[in-house]
């Protein structure tokens, strides 16, 4: 029932690339806290792995809905929408706050 230990154990599984066990913690976890934006963070991670970025997309715009002040939230965005190719992308970082346009602006794509 614990989110923050099933999102911990979610990004090891995430890292040792096994999914089917990754979706499923995070399955739950929306379950018990829907609002939580680390937890659509954490799926939309999953769905970039998984390489599909528009639901990738999906699950960052709502952690940045649900948390505009957190930078990862709008990274992560970002990086989903060119991912899929999305012509709306250039938008979104004139929208992100300044260090998260300053990163984006700055790093490799």
Do not use: C, M
């Not at 154990?9 to 609002?35: D, F, H, M, Y």
């Not at 989903?80 to 984006?104: I, K, M, N, S």
């Amino acid at each position: 029932e614990n989110v923050t230990a099933r999102l911990y154990l979610a990004r090891i599984l995430r890292r040792q690339g096994r999914t089917q066990e990754v979706a499923e913690l995070l399955k739950g976890a929306a379950s018990t806290a829907p609002r939580d934006p680390a937890v659509r963070r954490e799926l939309g991670h999953l769905f970039l792995d998984l390489k599909q970025p528009a639901l990738a997309v999906e699950q960052f715009k709502i952690a940045v809905e649900q948390a505009p002040e957190e930078h990862l939230n709008w990274i992560g965005l970002i990086e989903a929408l060119y991912r899929a190719g999305d012509p709306t992308v250039e938008q979104w970082v004139t929208r992100a706050p300044p260090a998260v346009q300053a990163r984006v602006r700055s790093g490799p794509r």
